[in-house]
């Protein structure tokens, strides 16, 4: 599903965030990346969006080297992939139904696949009753579920969650980690960029760690000492 050889990505100042990466991520699977400020996970993050492209080696996901992704190309490989931020990144002036349905509309879902939709990714993140509520009307935990939602709005089939417990208290980290899980058990393979040691603790799945652009760790379990 995911695979990363050799990869290599400097800037024009002479930092290299990442120094020969390798990696790979079977669909299906669940992975915690881990790692300091600074250590490469935000830039790995990128490359996978294709938002940055590699200084040398390859990435590919689900069959496309994205190097070899044209400027047109991008916008439609980006649908196979859902991101959950830590900021949520909701319109505030927009419902909720609307935050979810916006992302159907611009790629062009029909009117009558949207009203079908969106109630039922609503009722999957336990917030059927908050379709016509404004972000602001949210808890943040709430806010983080409209993002899941809206991450799925179109059936990517990877899920990307860059810090998606950071602003929101603990019982709710939970709770969004334990949808997270349920989304993975339907088939979506998930990456969870996060710095919370009790949740990597408590979950105990795959887990890689960055180090100075450096995978240090790559096992199944806890955070690392």
Do not use: C, W
Request: glycine share 8%.
């Amino acid at each position: 599903m995911i695979d990363l050889e050799h990869v290599v990505m400097s800037y024009p100042n002479g930092t290299v965030a990442l120094n020969d990466v390798s990696l790979h991520v079977d669909e299906g699977e669940f992975v915690f990346v881990v790692g300091a400020s600074g250590a490469g996970k935000s830039t790995l993050m990128k490359l996978l969006l294709r938002e940055e492209k590699v200084t040398s080696g390859r990435i590919t996901i689900d069959g496309n080297d994205l190097s070899k992704l044209n400027y047109f190309q991008v916008p439609y490989f980006r649908r196979k992939i859902g991101v959950v931020y830590q900021d949520f990144r909701l319109f505030p002036k927009k419902k909720v139904y609307e935050n979810v349905s916006f992302a159907m509309q611009i790629v062009g879902v029909s009117g009558k696949k949207i009203k079908t939709r969106v109630p039922a990714l609503l009722n999957t993140v336990g917030l059927g009753d908050k379709l016509n509520s404004f972000p602001h009307e949210l808890s943040g935990g709430e806010q983080q579920r409209v993002a899941l939602a809206r991450a799925l709005a179109n059936n990517p089939k990877i899920i990307v969650a860059d810090e998606p417990t950071g602003n929101i208290d603990p019982k709710m980290s939970f709770e969004i980690m334990d949808l997270l899980l349920k989304i993975n058990g339907l088939g979506k393979t998930v990456l969870v960029v996060t710095h919370d040691q009790n949740l990597v603790d408590y979950y105990r799945q795959r887990v890689i760690k960055i180090e100075h652009g450096h995978i240090v760790e790559d096992r199944v379990g806890g955070m690392f000492e």
